[in-house]
């Protein structure tokens, strides 16, 4: 196993644990404590752990310190992956659709480039570069200056462009969702393309992974009761489904089946 691929999964595992130690992690690796010292600092380091005696925690989940697109993508990929495929079996032919940044909404742009007639409007630099040879998707690329963290386009010439659509369905991710402070994110920047892509939208589909449920970031954008479905993953707990639902919300399930015949050309 190669370090960067190692890093990943020590990633993960404090991220579904809060916390782990050298030891546990030398014996499941079958390594030295000294590899995974040097793999705990590099990542705390990366801002994406913090280091503690003896291993490393978890960032505070509450409030936090959001990394960069690259690092985010690589964690929960196949999560992430049945999520976007979901996510891409609800676009139909004719559609005008709004596509947000961040990774997980990132998937689904992989899984639409069959679809005939659509129309993507987007300020994801990623979501542009995937789709920009994909001869069926008209891909509208709003204006603005780039946030290169998120590899994506803000400020009030990204909003003028999407004011400008009636988008059929946006589909939408977040860094936090509370049943007491709704649809939330690291940064107020982000915030107003998001809440103008929901404004213009018929239809709002949230793209989220379970672990989001609960938590509560800095930004405010969105109220639970303006989500038409989530789309999330089976780790969801049947009380949060059942009160997700009291709100109105469709909660869909990605598991990898029906996923309406989506084809994956990239």
Do not use: W
């Amino acid at each position: 196993m190669i370090a960067e691929e190692r890093r990943k999964i020590i990633l993960e595992r404090i991220q579904d644990n809060k916390s782990v130690s050298v030891q546990e992690l030398s014996k499941e690796f079958g390594i030295t404590g000294v590899t995974i010292r040097r793999d705990l600092d590099l990542l705390d380091q990366q801002g994406l752990v913090k280091r503690s005696h003896g291993g490393a925690v978890i960032l505070d989940q509450n409030v936090g310190v959001e990394s960069g697109f690259e690092a985010r993508r690589g964690r929960k990929m196949e999560i992430k992956e049945l999520i976007g495929k979901k996510a891409a079996g609800m676009v139909s032919p004719g559609d005008c659709i709004g596509i947000d940044i961040g990774t997980t909404v990132y998937e689904m742009s992989k899984y639409i480039k069959t679809i005939e007639d659509v129309t993507v409007v987007t300020a994801s630099i990623p979501v542009v570069t995937e789709l920009m040879n994909a001869k069926n998707v008209n891909v509208i690329c709003t204006g603005g200056e780039v946030s290169r963290k998120d590899q994506s386009l803000i400020g009030h010439n990204a909003i003028r462009t999407i004011n400008e659509y009636i988008l059929d369905k946006v589909f939408v991710g977040v860094a936090g969702i509370s049943f007491d402070c709704g649809l939330t994110l690291f940064n107020m920047n982000d915030t107003l393309v998001k809440r103008e892509l929901i404004k213009r939208a018929r239809e709002v589909i949230v793209l989220a992974d379970s672990s989001k449920i609960g938590l509560t970031k800095h930004a405010f954008f969105c109220e639970l009761e303006a989500v038409d479905k989530l789309i999330i993953d089976k780790g969801i707990s049947e009380k949060d489904r059942m009160q997700l639902e009291g709100c109105g919300i469709e909660v869909i399930i990605a598991d990898g089946e029906n996923s309406d015949g989506v084809e994956d050309i990239s």
